[in-house]
């Protein structure tokens, strides 16, 4: 679903303000640094002129600074120039010179594009990827090196969280999600759950280097299929890995390793219905800040606080 654009706050400069800023700048750039000052100026004003903001103007405005971008690129984004820029700067300067403002338009309204792992290369859905009659380029949508934390992780949608099993010893906590990357299969994702300490929040998201990362305290079976332009996954975590260290509480986490990258994503409450008590009792899910999921084991589930409710019951 596309955000709705916000207006800009007074202190920004105005998107045309940006291209004016960007042709000084570049109208000065000389010497041995002049290429690197011309990527700086596309890649700060000019990305600055075309974020969503930008579309609040009105449609004539808006016409002028998406022209004046596509002249300035025309005169002085080189090829090796366009390929250093990140992805969604990339894709945004690349339709403006394209001159089809509405898909322009359309990128600029995209927070969150799904993506195409193949052939070890990862690109961005945005507006134009491989579409007819446009025939854009597949670099101008690659990711090739940077990291895309924030996008994917804004992909990333809960299905549904329920207990499954009968004896103790197959309960699991079964959560299912969406997950926004055509052609990522089961070697590229792991879930499960980690220990947190005593009043320890669950870590925000992150992304390393996938041979630096420490893995997860307690992993879940996965199962991975495809839909569409969307992997979807489905995991089980073992409860009585979970209740084997005793009362605590686990934080329940996504790791998907995408080009070297792994990503560390902690999974969210769904919105619909789901089953918030587990087997055995004294199991529960909760959810904080952004409605990241936690799972508490209390001393009635563990096997020690089940002896004493036994004694206690023989002792009435």
């Known amino acids: 679903m596309n955000a709705t654009p916000a207006a800009a706050p007074e202190h920004v400069l105005e998107p045309a303000e ?19 000052e011309v990527y700086q100026a596309f890649t700060n004003e ?34 090796e120039l366009r390929l250093r820029l990140p992805t969604e700067k990339r894709v945004r300067i690349s339709l403006a010179q394209y001159r089809d403002h509405a898909l322009l338009e359309a990128a600029i309204a995209q927070p969150a594009p799904g993506f195409l792992l193949e052939g070890g290369r990862l690109f961005a859905r945005y507006p134009g ?14 990711a090739a090196t940077e990291r895309v934390t924030v996008r994917l992780a804004r992909g990333v949608r809960p299905r549904y969280l329920v207990w499954t099993g009968v004896k103790r010893a197959d309960y699991h906590l079964e959560y299912s ?3 926004p990357v055509e052609g990522c299969g089961a070697e590229s994702v792991r879930v499960g759950a980690d220990r947190l300490e005593k009043g ?17 305290d307690v992993e879940a079976e996965v199962a991975v299929r495809a839909e569409g332009a969307l992997a979807v996954v489905t995991a089980r975590v073992p409860t009585a890995e979970l209740i084997g260290h ?13 080009r070297g990258f792994t990503y560390d994503l902690p999974l969210k409450a769904p919105r619909g219905y789901f089953q918030r008590h587990g087997m055995p009792v004294g199991l529960a899910v909760e959810w904080g800040a952004k409605r990241s999921l936690t799972v508490r084991v209390d001393e009635r589930a563990t096997w020690r606080g089940l002896s004493r409710l036994r004694m206690l019951d023989f002792r009435k």
């Open 18 to 36: 940006r291209v004016a800023a960007a042709e000084r700048i570049i109208a000065s750039a000389e010497g041995p640094d002049r290429d690197e």
């Open 46 to 79: 000019v990305a600055q002129a075309l974020q969503p903001f930008a579309l609040t103007l009105d449609p004539g405005e808006r016409v002028k600074c998406w022209t004046a971008i596509a002249e300035l690129a025309d005169a002085h984004l080189t090829e």
């Open 129 to 142: 990827f491989r579409e007819e009659p446009h025939g854009l380029a597949d670099e101008w949508f690659e």
């Open 177 to 179: 999600f969406f997950v």
């Open 200 to 216: 320890e929040a669950p870590r925000k998201r992150t992304c390393v280097d996938a041979a630096e990362h420490p893995g997860l």
């Open 246 to 258: 005793g009362a605590g509480r686990w934080s329940l986490r996504a790791h998907l390793t995408l």
